[in-house]
């Protein structure tokens, strides 16, 4: 399930978009629009796999916490990877820790989804999606 199932969602979701973009402040934006738009329901009642396979069974057995971390490194550094070439295109601000950056996002993500399951407050989770757009808009260069 995690090989096939969460990692292909990862990949699927956040990380070929990413791929195909010459702007990845822009794509980053528009999935997690596209994300909370699509399925707030399903998150407000399932949250995200793989969240939820970390918080309930990850100190339960060192394999399976590896390959749960596997999928947070590959999802991180798939942004972080991304975000180095928005740099080189000049869509990216040169002075961003693209690491930190990377988990960052993956962090407010996995949160915004564990806030849905537990809150089941739309309108709350739409409203911290928001703060973090405003987040993404903070990685563009300053406009000269």
């Known amino acids: 399930m995690i ?3 969460i990692q292909g969602w990862i990949t699927e979701r956040w990380l070929a ?3 195909g973009s010459n702007d990845p402040v822009t794509t980053l934006i528009e999935t997690c629009q596209e994300i909370m738009t699509a399925s707030p329901s ?5 949250g995200c796999p793989l969240n939820n396979l970390t918080q309930e ?10 390959s749960l ?5 590959l999802w991180r550094k798939g942004i972080a990877a991304n975000l ?8 990216v601000r040169r002075d961003i820790d693209l690491d930190a950056t990377g ?3 993956v962090s407010a993500c996995e949160g915004l989804a564990g806030t849905a399951k537990s809150t089941h407050d739309r309108k709350l989770v739409l409203s911290t999606a ?5 987040f993404f808009e903070t990685l563009r260069p300053a406009a000269t």
């Open 17 to 19: 978009p990413l791929q």
């Open 84 to 91: 180095e070439r928005g740099q080189e295109l000049g869509t």
């Open 103 to 105: 988990t960052f996002i």
């Open 3 to 5: 090989d096939e199932v």
């Open 69 to 73: 971390l596997a999928l947070f490194d």
């Open 57 to 66: 069974l990850a100190n339960n057995d060192e394999g399976f916490r590896g």
């Open 130 to 134: 928001m703060v973090l757009r405003q």
């Open 42 to 46: 399903e998150q407000m009642a399932c």
